[in-house]
């Protein structure tokens, strides 16, 4: 079975921190994946890796940025956390190949005060 | 119009009932389909996935997915309360591991 581990399952952080969201997975799989999931707007993408220090910008990058040093480990930064931050951030992997379906974490769940 | 529709419920039946869950999709580009359940305060969990248009069956669940008519279903038999959870629905690209589109999500519950 995969597994996708994040660090922290809650998180609470004060307006200007810098936050550090880390997601590990344990099947060797290329591809990994930033997702906040917010009531009524689904899930979001926010940055996609499809290898070691690469990255690509998914549908909500601001204020975010990412860095993929290892395969195994992908990890998710607010720069300047805000209000509107507030959020479950979900890691994913999934393997390469078409049509590869994504494997999730189990979420942290943030509050920016 | 959102590419991925989904009916957010609740849906609520007894223990026992078949349960159909459903997302309609706009692009018929789309190529392979998912579920996921995720229960209350977890991530999403892979139950199907599908490549093609008819049936694919897993012990209770099967998926169904219609390209004519752009229809996506999840059939729950023999329902229990251990399904009672939020249902996602998916929708992909084989030329794009990144463009996968999520519907919003059914919150489905199953009364003992």
């Known amino acids: 079975d995969v597994k996708v581990t994040q660090s922290s399952r809650y998180l609470v952080k004060r307006t200007g921190e810098k936050v550090f969201l880390e997601c590990v997975q344990d099947?060797?799989?290329?591809?990994m994946f930033w997702y906040r999931q917010d009531p009524g707007l689904g899930l979001r993408l926010i940055y996609f890796s499809y290898d070691v220090k690469m990255k690509e910008k998914g549908d909500i990058p601001e204020g975010y940025s990412v860095s993929r040093e290892k395969k195994e480990r992908f990890s998710l930064i607010l720069e300047s956390a805000s209000t509107n931050q507030t959020s479950m951030y979900l890691c994913?992997?999934?393997?390469?190949?078409?049509?590869?379906?994504?494997?999730f974490g189990n979420g942290t769940r943030l509050t920016v005060t | 119009q959102k590419e991925v529709e989904q009916d957010p419920g609740p849906l609520s039946v007894p223990e026992g009932a078949i349960v159909s869950l459903n997302c309609t999709y706009s692009n018929s580009a789309f190529q392979y389909f998912m579920w996921y359940r995720q229960y209350s305060r977890k991530g999403p969990e892979l139950l199907m996935y599908?490549?093609?248009?008819g049936n694919k069956e897993d012990g209770r669940f099967t998926a169904q997915v219609d390209k004519s008519s752009k229809y996506i279903s999840l059939f729950i038999r023999d329902s229990q309360p251990s399904d009672s959870a939020t249902y996602l629905c998916a929708s992909g690209f084989y030329s794009s591991a990144s463009k996968i589109i999520f519907g919003s999500g059914t919150r489905l519950s199953i009364r003992p």
């Open positions: 099947m060797d799989h290329e591809n």
């Open positions: 599908t490549y093609s248009s």
């Open positions: 994913a992997s999934s393997p390469p190949g078409q049509g590869s379906p994504l494997h």
